[in-house]
């Protein structure tokens, strides 16, 4: 690979184990190419009731302090191969939130992973990494876990 392939790449993570290994993808390819690694992490927020008993605001609390700490290990991983880094909390439906910030940040590469299932587990969950593929403009690179 050529330094300049690629400028800016995107991990999407959610902090699990499984995701570490897209984390490494993503940071290799950073480092060949010399590009920027965005960390992004996307919180799913929850619904808003006339009863609010409080239950959202510390379900939204605890979400983003994962966040935080799956972008920080992404951070850590990458200072410690000499890859420059950006964290990133975003807000919504995380398959559209990841295809819509490569769209606004000029993305070149999107490396996400996956858990691999198939199946009733993949129709009854969703797959974020089957929705990114399908409606991404840039090159998504996913990683099994």
Do not use: Q
Not at 12 to 18: N, P, Q, V, Y
Not at 74 to 99: F, M, N, T
Request: contains cysteine; charged residues 30%.
């Amino acid at each position: 690979m050529r330094e300049g392939t690629y400028k800016k790449i995107m991990v999407a993570t959610d902090g699990s184990k499984l995701c570490k290994k897209a984390v490494e993808a993503g940071i290799e390819i950073s480092k060949l190419s010399g590009a920027k690694l965005y960390a992004v992490y996307v919180i799913v927020p929850t619904t808003h009731s006339p009863r609010d008993f409080g239950w959202e605001k510390a379900a939204m609390e605890h979400f983003r302090t994962e966040g935080e700490k799956a972008t920080g290990f992404v951070e850590d991983a990458a200072r410690a191969a000499g890859v420059e880094e950006e964290s990133l909390l975003l807000e919504g439906h995380p398959a559209d939130k990841i295809v819509e910030f490569a769209e606004e940040n000029d993305i070149d590469m999107i490396v996400i992973g996956t858990l691999g299932k198939s199946g009733l587990d993949r129709f009854l969950l969703g797959s974020v990494a089957e929705n990114v593929v399908r409606h991404s403009k840039v090159p998504v690179l996913v990683v099994r876990g």
